[in-house]
């Protein structure tokens, strides 16, 4: 209860001293093998970046600390002082962390709260380690971020408003008939995303919106496979993409938070274990979607590669060549992922941002 009320007290000092720039939060348990490259493909793009870490048993601590004497003017770096609960064997232990109160040091959203009160950016955005940045998207957005000054109306940023009143209408319809529906033809979508763009541009200005963040699952073998979703005995890879909403840029505020939440997808009927996560309380009336950021390398993980590379030997469409991948329909794409791999509500709204920006997600891919 101690950290929520700090959280709390500090929280209206930090916002009455933020500065127009832009902090990531970063969390860290035992991702070693990540942290350098995904420090370096974002820092350029941030002015600060905060790192909070715990219960590590790897080398992630002096990875933390290497990147830390490397840029010491942008990170910052700070142990969380308590042991998390989020993943259970016994459905007991789930019932007793579930009931705890939100602000309990034991939750994984007072873990990520105690990240948040250490930001002093007037705009933040959570980054995870095993993720590797675009770089030049992310920079792009956050000078957006670093200059951003009320927007007026224009008739881009109306029409943006009318095909964003169009994407909520297609996503209601299709998950009241439950599945998913035709979108407008891609060449018709790549034409009105700009002015979706603008709106969005136009809401954050105004307080009115987040920025959800999007990405790519793959696995980094000779060359780069994005991931189907297909299962081999227990092991199920990720379908192709990721970030529905879950990764946000937004102003901060006092109202900015995290709650403990707990996902169906990652619970049992699905697995064996049971989780419970944290869902961010935005500070925003609206979500708008601006992209791909990240190509994610979850899968790389030691826990998880030689599963990977299992089902890669076994099922040789189980992680496509980018070459092959972009020759696909989304139809044809979200055919290989079973329901319970990437559930309705996230194909629905993938075909939207995949079809919007595919072009720019290729041409990430392919670069060296």
């Known amino acids: 209860m101690a950290v929520h009320l700090t959280f709390k007290k ?32 974002c820092i350029d793009a941030l002015d600060e970046l905060i790192i909070v870490f715990n219960d590590c048993t790897d080398n992630s601590e002096d990875e933390i600390n290497k990147m830390v004497a490397k840029y010491p003017h942008k990170i910052k770096s700070y142990k969380y002082p308590h042991h998390i609960l989020s993943v259970f064997n016994i ?20 873990y990520n709260n105690f990240a948040l009160q250490k930001i002093t950016s007037e705009y933040a955005v959570k980054i995870d380690a095993d993720q590797v940045y675009f770089t030049e998207q992310l920079k792009s957005w ?71 963040l999007s990405g790519v699952n793959v696995l980094e073998t000779e060359e780069t496979g994005i991931s189907m979703g297909h299962i081999l005995n227990e092991f199920k890879a990720f379908h192709p993409f990721n970030g529905c909403g879950d990764t946000v840029i937004f102003k901060m505020d006092k109202i900015a938070r995290f709650e403990k939440f707990i996902m169906p997808e990652y619970n049992p009927p699905y697995t064996k274990t049971y989780s419970i ?21 979850s899968m790389m993980r030691t826990t998880l590669l030689n599963q990977a590379l299992s089902l890669h030997e076994t099922d040789k469409e189980a992680f496509l060549p980018i070459d092959k991948f972009k020759k696909l329909s989304y139809s044809k794409i979200m055919n290989q992922s079973p329901d319970n791999v990437c559930p309705l509500f996230q194909r629905i709204l993938y075909a939207f941002i995949y079809k919007a920006n595919k072009r720019t997600l290729m041409d990430y891919l392919q670069k060296k």
Request: charged content about 25%; proline content about 5%.
């Open 142 to 212: 956050c000078d957006f971020l670093r200059e951003c000054k009320p927007q007026k109306r224009t008739f881009k940023v109306f029409l943006g408003s009318l095909f964003s009143i169009y994407i909520s209408a297609y996503r209601l319809f299709s998950l009241k008939v439950g599945k998913v529906l035709p979108l407008l033809p891609s060449w018709l979508v790549r034409i009105f995303y700009p002015a979706y763009i603008s709106y969005a541009k136009y809401l954050f200005s105004h307080d009115k919106a987040c920025l959800a």
């Open 91 to 110: 459905k007991e232990e789930f019932d007793v962390v579930r009931n705890l109160p939100e602000g309990d040091p034991a939750l994984l959203s007072t």
């Open 277 to 297: 996560f944290e869902k961010f309380n935005a500070p925003c009336e609206k979500i708008m979607y601006i992209g791909f950021f990240w190509k994610h390398i």
């Open 10 to 41: 500090y929280k209206k000092q930090l916002v009455e001293k933020m500065s127009k720039k832009v902090s990531g939060f970063l969390r860290v348990k035992n991702e070693g093998i990540f942290i350098e490259r995904c420090i370096e493909s």
